[in-house]
């Protein structure tokens, strides 16, 4: 079984900073084979994705316009996912979440569904 686990998420004034985990583990779990990627869902909306991270450690954004606020890094020693995030905005009000999977290769800025592994999410309340 593979446990996800965020953390870091909380309220901030429009303009602060996040710097959102997750940590993995697992019997089975090989970390380092996963694509890693963050996504967020806000109330009403569609889970959208933010940014992936192949095996390698290339992160590929699923929008290039928020290369400049968030970035995703990975800790392999330590199952550990990172996602940075600045100059918040009140619109990046969500539930993020990140996600897992050892069948995509290196190819995984992938729609949600195709991601296996999930956590159960760390708000993330930004206020203006």
């Known amino acids: 079984q593979v446990l996800l686990v965020e953390s870091g998420g909380g309220s901030v004034q429009a303009g602060g900073s996040l710097r959102l985990s997750c940590e993995a583990s697992?019997?089975?779990?090989?970390?380092?084979?996963?694509?890693m990627a963050w996504f967020r869902q806000a109330p009403g909306k569609e889970r959208e994705g933010i940014v992936s991270?192949?095996?390698?450690?290339?992160?590929?954004y699923y929008d290039d316009s928020e290369k400049g606020r968030f970035t995703i890094s990975r800790d392999d020693a330590k199952n550990t996912l990172f996602l940075q995030v600045s100059a918040l905005k009140p619109e990046d009000t969500a539930m993020y979440y990140c996600?897992?999977?050892?069948?995509?290769?290196?190819?995984?800025?992938?729609?949600?569904?195709?991601?296996?592994?999930w956590g159960q999410g760390t708000q993330v309340t930004v206020s203006s």
């Open positions: 996600a897992a999977d050892d069948t995509l290769g290196m190819s995984c800025r992938r729609a949600s569904p195709l991601y296996k592994h």
């Open positions: 697992g019997y089975t779990f090989s970390f380092r084979r996963n694509c």
């Open positions: 991270v192949s095996p390698a450690g290339h992160s590929l």
